[in-house]
Each structure stands twice: as C-alpha cells, then as structure tokens.
C-alpha cells in the first residue's frame, strides 16, 4: 500500500512538472486570451474546465498556474534549504554564543504560526511573485536551519567526524565533507513536506490577494476571483482548488515514500 | 513542580519580548516605504509628512522603539488610521469571536479523529482502516480556501442546511468550524492511529485481554487513555495553529474575528492595526504553546523530570 502511494505520487508530480515545463504546447489557448462575450460559460467540449468572467480558458490558465505554483514551491525551498543549512551549520559547529543567538532567532521566527509572518510580511512588502518567494523565504529557512543543526550536534561526536578534525580538517571541509553529506535524509524530507506547504502557502496569500496579482494566473487567485460566483459558475473555483489539493496530495504521498525510505525508523 | 512552571515562564519572557520587538521591526526592517504603500506613490509629499509624523515613523528607531514598549505596558497599542480609535480595543472586540471559531473546530477535529483514529488501530489492515488512511491524506492536502467554497455550495446553497457566511447562531458556526479543523481532524487521526498501535502492542494491554477484557473495554480502557499523551500536546500546538488558519477560514465565512479585521486592515492599509493584530495572534499562539508544555509536563513526569 505505502510502495503503491510513494508510485501514485511520483506519478502525480511527474505529470504537473510536465504540465509546468510544456506549458505552451498543452495549453490550449493563451491563458491572457479574453472573450467577454462567453464570460463564466460552463465546461463544453471546446473549453473542458469552462470560462472565467473574463471569458478566458481555465484549462489553460491552470495549465500556466502549475508553473507559479511549483516556481514558487522550487524556489522557495532551494533558497530557504541553503540558507537554513549553512546558519544550522554555523549554529551547530561554533556552539557557544553565536548558537544561542541563532537559536533565540529561529524560536521568534517559530512563535508566529503558520502563514501569519509571510502575511504580515506582505502586507508591508505588498504584492507579487518576488515578494512572495521573499516573504516565504524569510519563514522558511527555520526548520532546515533546526535540522541542521540537531543533526550536527549528534553527528560531531562520531568517531569518523573526530578523525577527521583529528587530521587536520577545517570547519568548512567539516561541514560540507562530514556533516551535511551525513545529515541530508532528513533535510531531504523536509524539503518535500516543506515544498507542500509553500505551495498551499502561496496560494493562500494569493487567494486573500495578498500574493500573485491578476493577470497571472496562480490558483489561489483563481479560486478568489471564483469565490463570487459559487452560485452561478462553480467551476471556477472547483478546477483549481482540485489541481492544487492534487499537487499537495502528489507532494505528501512522495515525501511519505521519502521518509520510508530515507529515514526507516520514523516510519514506524 | 512549582520550580519548574516557574522555570517554564522564565522561558517565555525572552520569547515574548522577541515577538513585540519583531512586530515593531517588520514595520522598519523590510525593504519600502509603509507610507508610500499606506497612501500610495501619487500622494501629495505634505500629506506623506503629515501620516508619517502621525505614525510618528519621522523620530529615530530606538526613540519610536522605547515609546512603542512604554505602550504596551500601559495597554496602548496604537491608533487606526481610519477609525482613530485605540486599537487595542477594536482587537479585543474581535477575539471572542475567534476563540468561538477555534474551539469549534478544536471540537469538530476531536470529536471526528480520536474515535476514528481508534477504530482503524483496531482494524488494522482493513478497509475501514484504509479509508482512514484516505481520509487523513486527503484532509490534509486540502487547502481550507477550497475546502470552505465547497461546503458553501454544498450545504448552503444546494441543500441550504446552513448560512452561507456570517455569526450568530449555532448554525452559522458548523461550515467554518469544519473548514478550520479538517486539517488538524487529519493530522490527529494519523496520530492516534498510531499512537493506539504502539500502545497496542505493550504488556499491560496483552494482559488485559489475558485477564478476558473484550476488544472495546481494551482499546477504550486502556490503550487510548495511554495512547492519548501525544495527542494532547499536537491538539495545544494545532490550536496556535487554528489562530493563523482562521485568517483564511474568516475571511471566506465574513465571520468577525481577528483575522477577517486583520485582512481588511491590510485592504485599508491600516498599519497600526495590522501590526496589533500580528501581536496579539503571535502572543496568543506563544501562550498556547507554553500552556500544552505545561500541560504535558503535568501529565506526564518524565518530562518535566527529564528537563
């Protein structure tokens, strides 16, 4: 059963980086393409997902929201992971003062709960893409940062660690040969659950319009500009919330099949 | 006992103190101008002046610091820009009406989770528990902002059993409840699930079936009230949560509630009172915290003799 969703997932997350990547070629008119005259049609053969107010495809404009979607989720995460390793290094191979400080950082970070701070952020930076992946940024690096250092502070007591420092290995040939080769299962793990959850995070920022502006098409701003019409054209808001809770699905069924595989111990 | 809440709550002083001076940095750390966004780039430069020596954004950071600390200790949080009311007292207003929507959901994730959680760890491997396993996957990869419009369609307006938005009534509570503690019902049903197998497999549990407990009196007797321990402290932790879940949830049902009033002070660009209600939801969610390890140390001794 677990082997079964780790292979539906994949599956899943391999058919939306394909949708991402081809974008152009799969969708089937542009997403930009206004037509007022058919505004909030209901699914036909011509348009399966139907038409916004604006008389736009929502097929395409889905298609084209998978890039924004998984571009946010991609970016966030490299940068958030990068940053939050080499502070959860820092952290945990100096020690001392300079890990009590980081660490009194990463507890203020973590008193602000779920997508409060990346609002917030928001709401000062205003709207878009790039503040968006900013704002996300900002919140994001903690738990690599956390990981990384717990699995340092377990890892510097090994006895391989200790005959490398013992021949002459510095702090940096420590980190980057040693302890984040040997700290990388759960990073990974983080990284696939983390990657859920800013994808849900930018769609729920943009869905209070807060994050990715119209035009563009991201699907928490298409599920808004659908929330009006709930009467009239449920379609609008029923296609992207299920491609976005598909992709989270996807995400979450790989990262349970990571974590089984990475990190035996936990899975039971 | 004492010694060690009263070690606890020494913690917390630092916390606390780092979440008022984030919230009053975010403000001044993060790259732009708030007045520029509060009135936009075409605003007159006098009218610019004016809003910023109102704010009082024109005085040195550590002046504007100190006195932003000399208010929250007498309770003054700031003025709205719009309503030039105190702020402090439009947030206390709002609070009831999330801490309702919160325990409701709170309510809703328990009641559904905890029975079905134990029901699967007692049929393992069968459809029921399979279902579960659905359920949970699927509850919590559904996003509340979609979640929300759906049950709007289904229950309000196909079958009108409940009020599509709005506060009052025990009627008006059930679709946001379900909408806010859906996640939280999924994340718990995994949880107890597998806190009761662990359980399940202890001596004292072999030995209740030995002494000819039936099934029910072993799992509700004995394995859930052991099994329980996590759920307790996940439960504190996922009600801090709920608090940031209900911006969305509020805004989406129109319920009046600290987040909906935080979403609309942004919509206005009403900064003071922006910046009031990120303090008051990040403190609450620190105490709530602080509360469940409390509580988790109460109920279980070997962690607060461990610390």
Known sequence: MKRLNFRIGLFLLFLFLLLALFAPMLAPEDPYSQNLLFGLAPPDAGHLMGRDLLGRDILSRIVYGSRISLLVGLAVISVSASVGMIIGSVAGTIGGKVDEFIMRIIDIVLAFPGILLAISIMAVLGPGLFNVVFALCLTGWVSFARITRGQILTLREREYVLAAHASGAGTARLIFCHYLPNASAPLIIEAAFGMAGVIVAEAGLSFLGLGVQPPQPSWGAMLNEGRPFLLIAPHLTTFPGLCLMLLVLAINLTGDGLRDKLDPKSAL | ?307
């Open chain 2, 1 to 307: 006992m004492r010694g060690w809440i009263a070690r606890r709550t020494l913690l917390l002083v630092p916390t606390l103190f780092g979440v008022i001076t984030a919230v009053f940095l975010m403000i001044h750390l993060i790259p732009g101008d708030p007045v520029e966004i509060m009135l936009g780039e075409t605003a007159m430069a006098a009218d610019r002046e004016s809003l910023r020596h109102e704010l009082g954004l024109d005085r040195p950071v550590t002046a504007q610091y100190l006195s932003y600390l000399g208010g929250l200790a007498r309770g003054d949080i700031g003025t709205s820009i719009h309503t030039h009311e105190p702020v402090f007292g439009e947030i206390l207003s709002r609070w009831p009406a999330t801490l309702e929507l919160a325990l409701a959901a709170l309510l809703f994730a328990i009641l559904f989770s905890i029975p079905l959680g134990v029901l699967a760890a007692a049929r393992k491997d069968t459809a029921v528990d399979g279902a579960s396993l659905m359920v949970s996957l699927f509850g919590i990869a559904m996003p509340n902002f979609w979640l929300g419009p759906l049950l709007i369609i289904v229950f309000s307006i196909e079958l009108g059993w409940f009020p599509v938005s709005g506060r009052g009534g025990l009627d008006a509570i059930v679709l946001p409840a379900v909408t806010l503690g859906t996640a939280m019902a999924a994340i718990l049903l995994r949880l107890t699930r597998s806190s009761v197998l662990e359980v399940a497999s202890e001596d004292f549990i072999r030995t209740a079936r030995a002494k000819g407990l039936g099934e029910t009196a072993v799992y509700l007797k004995h394995a859930l009230a052991n099994a329980l321990l996590p759920v307790v402290t996940v439960v504190g932790l996922q009600f801090g949560a709920l608090l940031s879940g209900a911006v969305i949830t509020e805004t989406i049902f129109s319920w009046p509630g600290i987040g909906r009033l935080m979403i609309t002070s942004i919509e206005a660009r009403d900064y003071p009172m922006v910046q009031g209600c990120v303090l008051t939801i990040a403190v609450g969610y620190v105490l709530v915290n602080f509360l469940t390890d409390v509580l988790y140390g109460v109920l279980d001794p070997r962690i607060r003799l461990n610390r």
